[in-house]
């Protein structure tokens, strides 16, 4: 199986900073790779898909970037809605595997 | 609109069963790959099955044997049949679409919740 390691664990930033999370794929995923955001108590949401495309209605203040085995995610100015785990997901083989979770708070 | 509606989740003894539905709506569960993603308390995702458009089927490790993925194409409905139910088993389970087929999970249902104990 594919293991998927993100960093950090949880991070506090405050409102209008940069966040960047990172993904390390255990072998080479090429892009197969999305992000997602989950509130508490609700189901996952997709932001990224292919490591860099921004998902329909997604606010452009979130990209990816990244291909092979490092890849790494960006809200490029935190809003308060943006308070959430968020987890990446590799799609090169089955099983599909996801990251830890980065829990985002404001600080 | 694009809708899943999962239900059937509850308390259920260790080594019993349970299965979970589905109910799609705005999109037809038969011509896409649809998957089982669950969630222990507290913990992060965790895949458990798919079930492509031609009908094959495929399980985590953690569930192979005791789990079965299948789909009512006159219902738009997909379910998972669990079955000799573990303590671990305990978790959100949530169903997908998976659009084109690939493993990007765009729509998701709101989840049910399974808890396994005496």
């Known amino acids: 199986d594919i293991q998927m390691t993100q960093s950090p664990s949880s991070l506090s930033a405050s409102v209008g900073d940069r966040v960047t999370i990172t993904c390390q794929a255990s072998q080479d995923i090429s892009n197969y790779l999305n992000w997602y955001q989950q509130k508490p108590g609700k189901a996952p949401k997709l932001l990224i898909y292919?490591?860099?495309n921004l998902e329909t209605g997604v606010p452009s203040r979130f990209s990816g970037s990244g291909s092979g085995t490092d890849f790494t995610f960006t809200i490029s100015s935190l809003q308060p809605e943006d308070i959430a785990t968020y987890y990446c997901q590799q799609y090169d083989n089955l099983p599909r595997t996801f990251g830890q979770g980065t829990k985002v708070e404001i600080k | 609109e694009v809708q899943l509606v999962e239900s059937g989740g509850g308390l259920v003894q260790p080594g019993g069963s349970l299965r979970l539905s589905c109910a799609a709506s705005?999109?037809?569960?038969?011509?896409?790959?649809m998957s089982w993603v669950r969630q222990a308390p507290g913990k992060g995702l965790e895949w458990v099955s798919v079930?492509?458009?031609?009908?094959?089927?495929y399980y985590a490790d953690s569930v192979k044997g005791r789990f079965t993925i299948s789909r009512d194409n006159s219902k738009n409905t997909l379910y998972l049949q669990m079955n000799s139910l573990r303590a671990e088993d305990t978790a959100v389970y949530y169903c997908?679409?998976?659009?084109?087929?690939?493993?990007?999970?765009?729509?998701w249902g709101q989840g049910t919740l399974v808890t396994v104990s005496s």
């Open positions: 292919d490591a860099s």
């Open positions: 705005g999109f037809t569960v038969s011509s896409n790959y």
């Open positions: 079930i492509y458009s031609g009908g094959s089927t």
């Open positions: 997908a679409r998976d659009r084109g087929g690939d493993g990007v999970y765009d729509y």
